[in-house]
């Protein structure tokens, strides 16, 4: 990935734990890298094919002035997440905050934060075998759209599928939507599981019935493992009702596992 960089942006803010930094203000120095592609803006030399780097300083200088916290791994947050919004070409950021003037009774050059935030690729499966599963669905997808880190990609046609477990139970409505997002993956579920608490999911018998499911399948290629969540989802080459959905569209994509893709996946079970 191409790079724009800029070095050393002075912006005097008023950022600090300490009313006197609030109040008097100090100056704060950014450091910023754009991750882009940039090829196509060099063969045409059209700064509508580029990221206005004058822009992106103004914006950061906008974003520091808005208001004032306390700690500058905050600014240097929404820094980040603000350039991600704004400018669609840019993939990825750094973003570091120089802080010289912090009030640390020792010799120093500077004190600073630096963080590195991203767009995520990310599929999500959803489903539902109760009250108004279409209706359930619906209100999901559209939260999930209407959150501000997130742009839909795609969505899959919705299927019904039998019930995995060998719990009696109805047929589910199933499908699997593409998404970006800008949420880190533990966020995302916590966002997922608000969604199902509203829908009125109950988690009461392991693969039984629920108004509304929700769970992360990939995330770019990560391959992650906590105390409440795993990347890619345990078991999705085995379940003809997430690997239908997601083949419908992204069949080339490959779980970063197996190496297989989707299609592929998909052919195994027969």
């Known amino acids: ?18 009313e006197d930094e609030k109040e008097k203000g100090q100056n704060f120095y950014v450091n910023a890298v754009l991750y882009t592609d940039t090829r196509h803006a060099g063969l045409t030399d059209e700064l509508s094919d580029s990221t206005d780097y004058a822009r992106v300083c103004s914006l950061i200088r ?3 002035l808005k208001e004032s916290y306390d700690l500058i791994e905050t600014v240097a947050e929404n820094i980040a997440m ?38 995520h690729d990310v599929y999500i499966s959803y489903g539902s075998n109760m009250g108004d599963s279409e209706g359930y669905i619906d209100e999901a997808v559209a939260a999930i759209t209407e959150h501000p ?23 589910f409505l199933n499908g699997v939507c593409h998404i970006r997002t800008l949420m880190a993956p533990e966020e995302l579920l916590e966002y997922l599981h608000e969604l199902e608490s509203k829908a009125g999911r109950v988690r009461d018998v392991r693969w039984g019935p629920r108004t509304l499911d929700l769970d992360i399948l990939l995330y770019d290629d990560l391959v992650y493992e906590s105390d409440t969540l795993v990347i890619p989802h345990p078991d999705m080459e085995n379940r003809e009702f997430v690997l239908k959905p997601i083949c419908d569209i992204s069949p080339w994509k490959r779980h970063p596992i197996l190496g297989k893709t989707m299609k592929q996946l998909l052919d195994m079970l027969g």
């Open 62 to 64: 906008a974003v520091m």
């Open 149 to 171: 880190y997130v742009t839909m990609v795609d969505d899959s046609e919705r299927i019904i599928t039998k019930p995995y477990g060998g719990i009696e139970q109805d047929d």
């Open 1 to 18: 990935m191409d790079e724009i960089r800029i070095d050393g942006l002075k912006v005097k803010a008023y950022h600090g734990v300490y």
């Open 82 to 119: 603000e350039i991600l919004l704004a400018f669609p070409l840019i993939e990825a950021v750094d973003i570091e905050v120089r802080k010289p003037e912090a009030p640390v009774p020792m010799e120093f050059n500077s004190l600073s934060v630096k963080i590195h935030r991203a767009w």
